[in-house]
C-alpha cells in the first residue's frame, strides 16, 4: 500500500465553549502520522479550553502551530488566572510550549511536506482601527460603529496592558514580526498565518461594514508581496472563503459559532488544506 504523502492544514475560529465545537476538534484527525495543523486562533476564550484543544490536536498531529486571536487574549471575569493583555498572551504562549506547540514566539519551522518547501510563519499582529473609510478618523469611525450598534466586545474583555492602547501594542507587534520576518531564509516562500487578515479586501463583504475597524492593519496590506508568500491563512470573520490577490492565495479557515455553520447548507470540512492541489 502507498504511504499517505504528509499534508499540510489549517483551521481557525474554534470556540470551543460551545458543545458542537468541540465535538468537531475532538473528530479533527490527519490523514498522516507526518501532518502539521496550523490552528489561526479564537481557540477559546478560557485557558482551560485552549489547553484541551491545542493538547487534544497535539496529541495527533505530528506540529501544530498556534497563534492568538481577540478571544484568546480576552480576560473573561471567570477566568482563574485574571491576566490581562502581554501578560496573559505569554502565558498561553509557555502553556505551548509545556504541551509542545509552535507560537508567533518561536523560531519558525520549515515545512517540507506536500507543496514545501515553505516557511511556516505564525504572526500575532492584533488590529489598529485603520481599517475604516477613507477620511473618517478614528473617534468618527467608533461613533459610527456606536450608533449602528456594532462595537466589538475586545473593547470591554481585550486589554493593551502594558501599551497605552490596542493600536500601540499593534503597531509593536507589526514592527517585531517585520524583523522577525526580514530575518527568514528569503529563498524560501511563506505561508503567513495572523488571525486578523492582512488586507482590508476580506472585510468588503461583511454584512456590518463598522466591524472592519476591528479587522486587522493597513500596515501589512503588502505582507504577502513583501514576503513571498504562497498562501496566507486568517480567521477572525467567520466567512470561509478563497480569494486572490497580486497572483497569492488567501485562505480563510473559520469554524466560527454554531448558529453560523449549522445554517448552511453543508456542515464544515475542517481542517482546510494549505495546498490543497499537492500530490
Not at 507526518?34 to 497535539?58: M, P
Not at 489598529?128 to 462595537?151: C, H, I
Amino acid at each position: 500500500m502507498r504511504k499517505r504523502q504528509e499534508r499540510l492544514w489549517a483551521v481557525s475560529d474554534l470556540h470551543v465553549a460551545y458543545a458542537e465545537n468541540r465535538e468537531i476538534v475532538e473528530a479533527l484527525r490527519p490523514e498522516s502520522d507526518g501532518d502539521w495543523l496550523l490552528v489561526a486562533g479564537d481557540t477559546g476564550e478560557r485557558t482551560a479550553d485552549i489547553e484541551w484543544a491545542l493538547t487534544l490536536l497535539k496529541e495527533r498531529f505530528a506540529v501544530v502551530v498556534w497563534t492568538p486571536g481577540n478571544h484568546d487574549l480576552w480576560t473573561p471575569a471567570d477566568d482563574p488566572t485574571g491576566l490581562r493583555g502581554e501578560a496573559r498572551y505569554q502565558h498561553l504562549v509557555e502553556m505551548c510550549r509545556r504541551i509542545g506547540v509552535l507560537t508567533p514566539e518561536d523560531p519558525y519551522p520549515v515545512w517540507t511536506g506536500a507543496g514545501g518547501p515553505a516557511t511556516i510563519a505564525p504572526l500575532f499582529l492584533l488590529y489598529d482601527y485603520t481599517f475604516r473609510p477613507a477620511g473618517m478618523s478614528r473617534e468618527q469611525a467608533r461613533e459610527w460603529a456606536e450608533e449602528s450598534g456594532v462595537v466589538c466586545t475586545d473593547e470591554f474583555f481585550l486589554h493593551p496592558d502594558p501599551h497605552p492602547s490596542r493600536q500601540d501594542w499593534c503597531l509593536a507587534r507589526v514592527r517585531e514580526s517585520e524583523r522577525r520576518l526580514a530575518a527568514r531564509d528569503p529563498e524560501l516562500p511563506t505561508v503567513l498565518i495572523n488571525h486578523w487578515p492582512l488586507t482590508r479586501e476580506p472585510t468588503l463583504v461583511l454584512r456590518y461594514p463598522q466591524f472592519a475597524q476591528w479587522c486587522g492593519t493597513e500596515l501589512t496590506h503588502d505582507w504577502h508581496r513583501r514576503f513571498n508568500a504562497s498562501v496566507v491563512i486568517y480567521g477572525h470573520l467567520h466567512i470561509p472563503r478563497t480569494i486572490w490577490a497580486d497572483g497569492v492565495r488567501f485562505e480563510e479557515v473559520s469554524l466560527g459559532y454554531p448558529r453560523e455553520w449549522g445554517a448552511r447548507p453543508h456542515p464544515p470540512v475542517l481542517p482546510k488544506p494549505v495546498f490543497p492541489d499537492a500530490t
